[in-house]
C-alpha cells in the first residue's frame, strides 16, 4: 500500500508542478518547447523502469503473477509503447475538439491538465474492474481479444466521411440540456455571467467532451494493456506516465497530424497482434521480448513510412508549384 501512496504522491506533485510553476502563465506551446517536454516524459517514464526492477526484487508490493524482476520491466515498457500508440488517436480527436469550439492555442494545455486529471480517475476505475474481471472470469480474456480484433478490423474499413464533428455529439447535445453554453470566451475561465445567467464556456464543453471520448478510448486501451499483464500496478503506471505525457505530446504532434496519417495502420497491428496473444493465450508463449520488439516495430514502421509519404507529396508539390 505504501507504494501506491508514494506513486499517487508522484503523480500529484508533477501535476502541481506543472499547472502550479512551469505553465502557471497561460502561453502558446511552441513545438520547440512540446518536443523538449515530450522527450522528458519519455525519459522518465523509461527511468521509471528501473523502480520497477528494484520493486519486483523486493516485498515492498504485490506481485500476484509471479513477474521476475526483467519480466515486470519488459511488461511495463510493452503496456507503457501500447498507451503512448494508442494515444495517437486520442491527439487527432482533441484536435478536432479544440478546432471545432476555436479554442485559443494558449489556453488548450488548461483544458488538458484537467482532461488528463479527470482521465487519471477514470482510468484507475476502469483498469481496477478490468483487472478484477480478467482474474475472476478467465474466460473474458477471449472476449476482450475479439474486441480488439473488431477495432482495429473496424478502424482498417472506417472511411474519412465518418470523422468525428463534436457539435452534433450525444455528449455535446446533452450538456446543452443541463446547462446554458455559451460560444463565447472568457481568457481561461470554463464558465461565465451571460444575459441567460452562469453558462459553460467553449473551454469547459470542450473539456467535457475530450473527458467522454477519452473514457471511450479507454474500452480499446484497457484490455490492450491487460493482454500483457494484469498486474495491477504495471497496468496502472504505465497508463498513467502515457496520460502523463499526453499534453507534451499533443503539442509536438498538432501542427504536424498530416505528416502521421499512415500511422493508424500501426495502431491496427498492434491490436489485432494483441488480440490474437488475447486469444491464442493458451496455445501460444511469446518471449516479453518478441511482444515488445513487435510493438516497437510496428510504431516505426508506421512513423518512416509517414514520413516518407510526407515527403512524397511535398516533393510532387512543389514540382506542380514549378510548372
Same mark, same amino acid.
Given at each position: 500500500? =505504501?507504494?501506491?501512496?508514494?506513486?499517487?504522491?508522484?503523480?500529484?506533485?508533477?501535476?502541481?508542478?506543472?499547472?502550479?510553476?512551469?505553465?502557471?502563465?497561460?502561453?502558446?506551446?511552441?513545438?520547440? &518547447? #512540446?518536443? *523538449?517536454?515530450?522527450?522528458?516524459?519519455?525519459?522518465?517514464?523509461?527511468?521509471?523502469?528501473?523502480? =520497477?526492477?528494484?520493486?519486483?526484487?523486493?516485498?515492498?508490493?504485490?506481485?500476484?503473477?509471479?513477474?521476475?524482476?526483467?519480466?515486470?520491466?519488459?511488461?511495463?515498457?510493452?503496456? %507503457?509503447?501500447?498507451?503512448?500508440?494508442?494515444?495517437? +488517436?486520442?491527439?487527432?480527436?482533441?484536435?478536432?475538439?479544440? #478546432?471545432?469550439?476555436?479554442? $485559443?492555442?494558449?489556453? @488548450?494545455?488548461?483544458?488538458?491538465?484537467?482532461?488528463?486529471?479527470?482521465?487519471?480517475?477514470?482510468?484507475?476505475?476502469?483498469?481496477?474492474?478490468?483487472?478484477?474481471?480478467?482474474?475472476?472470469?478467465?474466460?473474458? !480474456? %477471449?472476449?476482450?481479444?475479439?474486441?480488439?480484433?473488431?477495432?482495429?478490423?473496424?478502424?482498417?474499413?472506417?472511411? &474519412?466521411?465518418? +470523422?468525428?464533428? $463534436?457539435?452534433?455529439?450525444?455528449?455535446? *447535445?446533452?450538456?446543452?440540456?443541463?446547462? $446554458?453554453?455559451?460560444? /463565447?470566451?472568457? *481568457?481561461?475561465?470554463?464558465?461565465? @455571467? !451571460?444575459?441567460?445567467?452562469?453558462?459553460?464556456?467553449?473551454?469547459?464543453?470542450?473539456?467535457?467532451?475530450?473527458?467522454?471520448?477519452?473514457?471511450?478510448?479507454?474500452?480499446?486501451?484497457?484490455?490492450?494493456?491487460? #493482454?500483457?499483464?494484469?498486474?495491477?500496478?504495471?497496468?496502472?503506471?504505465?497508463?498513467?506516465?502515457?496520460?502523463?505525457?499526453?499534453?507534451?505530446? %499533443?503539442?509536438?504532434?498538432?501542427?504536424?497530424?498530416?505528416?502521421?496519417?499512415?500511422? /493508424?495502420?500501426?495502431?491496427?497491428? =498492434?491490436?489485432?497482434?494483441?488480440?490474437?496473444?488475447?486469444?491464442?493465450?493458451?496455445?501460444?508463449?511469446? $518471449?516479453?521480448?518478441?511482444?515488445?520488439?513487435? =510493438?516497437?516495430?510496428?510504431?516505426?514502421?508506421?512513423?518512416? %513510412?509517414?514520413?516518407?509519404?510526407?515527403?512524397?507529396?511535398?516533393?510532387?508539390?512543389?514540382?506542380?508549384?514549378? /510548372?
Amino acid at each position: 500500500m =505504501i507504494v501506491w501512496i508514494l506513486f499517487f504522491a508522484l503523480v500529484f506533485i508533477i501535476l502541481a508542478l506543472d499547472l502550479g510553476v512551469f505553465n502557471k502563465t497561460p502561453h502558446i506551446i511552441s513545438t520547440k &518547447e #512540446a518536443s *523538449k517536454w515530450t522527450a522528458i516524459w519519455v525519459t522518465v517514464s523509461f527511468l521509471f523502469s528501473g523502480v =520497477i526492477y528494484w520493486l519486483y526484487g523486493t516485498d515492498y508490493i504485490k506481485n500476484p503473477t509471479d513477474l521476475t524482476q526483467t519480466g515486470a520491466v519488459l511488461k511495463f515498457i510493452t503496456g %507503457y509503447l501500447i498507451e503512448l500508440s494508442l494515444s495517437v +488517436d486520442n491527439i487527432f480527436v482533441i484536435a478536432v475538439i479544440f #478546432a471545432s469550439f476555436k479554442i $485559443p492555442q494558449k489556453y @488548450q494545455h488548461r483544458v488538458l491538465f484537467w482532461g488528463i486529471l479527470g482521465a487519471i480517475i477514470f482510468r484507475g476505475l476502469m483498469i481496477s474492474f478490468g483487472v478484477i474481471i480478467i482474474n475472476k472470469f478467465t474466460w473474458t !480474456t %477471449y472476449l476482450f481479444g475479439a474486441f480488439l480484433i473488431f477495432t482495429a478490423v473496424k478502424m482498417f474499413f472506417s472511411k &474519412e466521411e465518418d +470523422d468525428f464533428e $463534436p457539435k452534433d455529439s450525444f455528449v455535446y *447535445k446533452t450538456l446543452g440540456k443541463i446547462m $446554458p453554453i455559451t460560444s /463565447e470566451h472568457d *481568457k481561461e475561465k470554463f464558465f461565465m @455571467q !451571460t444575459d441567460k445567467g452562469r453558462a459553460a464556456t467553449p473551454l469547459f464543453v470542450a473539456l467535457i467532451i475530450i473527458e467522454v471520448m477519452d473514457v471511450l478510448f479507454a474500452v480499446d486501451s484497457v484490455p490492450a494493456i491487460l #493482454a500483457i499483464t494484469s498486474d495491477p500496478f504495471i497496468v496502472f503506471s504505465s497508463n498513467i506516465f502515457a496520460i502523463l505525457g499526453l499534453r507534451s505530446m %499533443y503539442f509536438f504532434l498538432a501542427n504536424m497530424l498530416e505528416k502521421f496519417a499512415y500511422l /493508424e495502420y500501426s495502431l491496427i497491428a =498492434i491490436l489485432t497482434f494483441v488480440g490474437i496473444k488475447m486469444i491464442a493465450h493458451d496455445y501460444i508463449h511469446l $518471449p516479453e521480448w518478441a511482444s515488445l520488439a513487435f =510493438i516497437a516495430l510496428a510504431l516505426i514502421a508506421g512513423v518512416l %513510412y509517414s514520413l516518407h509519404k510526407a515527403k512524397d507529396v511535398e516533393e510532387h508539390k512543389a514540382s506542380r508549384d514549378e /510548372e
